[in-house]
């Protein structure tokens, strides 16, 4: 057997002589505790622990508040984004409509439904981004490309592809853009 991995049998140190007994035990010397005074930090104690419970419970119904108002806010959120695609095709079913006859009952008849559908979103807190003029925003705009113009200063939108919707203070969908490149090289 190794000397190294011996084990020597669990015994307690002697006393060392030159510390007195009095600072080896501390606890020999400690008078009984007041059972007032424990008491009264107990009742403290748990005092202290009601308060943050209520607290955290208070936070807790305000963090929940939020949250369904917040649910509530965005809930359509989705639905609106699906109803997009079927606004476009709208949109240029409309433009078709114009080019062939404005005073045509069907250019009309598209009119007024779009009048209605930008109701129904506005109701809804939905409102389009046009940002033609404005300066490109990646946050809120899809460049498909640039092209240089004199009439709108560089990093600006020149026209808009397709629009872009905001759910009061949420982005449904950017707006897909077409940007200025500045002046045309000679």
Same mark, same amino acid.
């Given at each position: 057997?190794d000397s190294n991995n ?32 424990? /008491?009264?930090? *107990?009742? +403290? ?11 955290? =419970?208070?936070? $807790?119904? @305000? ?31 409309l433009e078709a409509a114009? /080019?062939?006859? *404005?005073? +045509? ?11 209605? =559908?930008?109701? $129904?979103? @506005? ?44 759910l009061k203070d949420r ?16």
């Amino acid at each position: 057997m190794d000397s190294n991995n011996t084990q020597t049998p669990d015994v307690e140190p002697a006393p060392n002589p030159d510390i007195p007994a009095a600072v080896e035990t501390p606890e020999a010397e400690t008078p009984p505790a007041d059972p007032l005074t424990e /008491a009264q930090a *107990e009742a +403290s104690r748990w005092k202290d622990l009601a308060y943050r419970n209520a607290a955290e =419970l208070d936070n $807790f119904r @305000k963090r929940m508040s939020r949250e369904t108002q917040e649910a509530r806010t965005y809930a359509n959120a989705d639905l609106l984004r699906s109803l997009f695609p079927i606004l476009d095709s709208f949109e240029m079913g409309l433009e078709a409509a114009r /080019a062939e006859s *404005e005073k +045509s009952m069907i250019f009309m008849g598209m009119n007024m439904v779009q009048k209605q =559908l930008q109701d $129904f979103l @506005k109701d809804f807190g939905v409102q389009d981004i046009c940002p033609v003029g404005q300066g490109f925003d990646p946050n809120l705009h899809d460049a498909v490309s640039q092209e240089p113009s004199t009439d709108v200063a560089e990093g600006s939108v020149i026209r808009v592809m397709r629009k872009g919707f905001m759910l009061k203070d949420r982005l449904l969908r950017p707006a897909t853009v077409v940007v200025s490149s500045g002046p045309a090289a000679s």
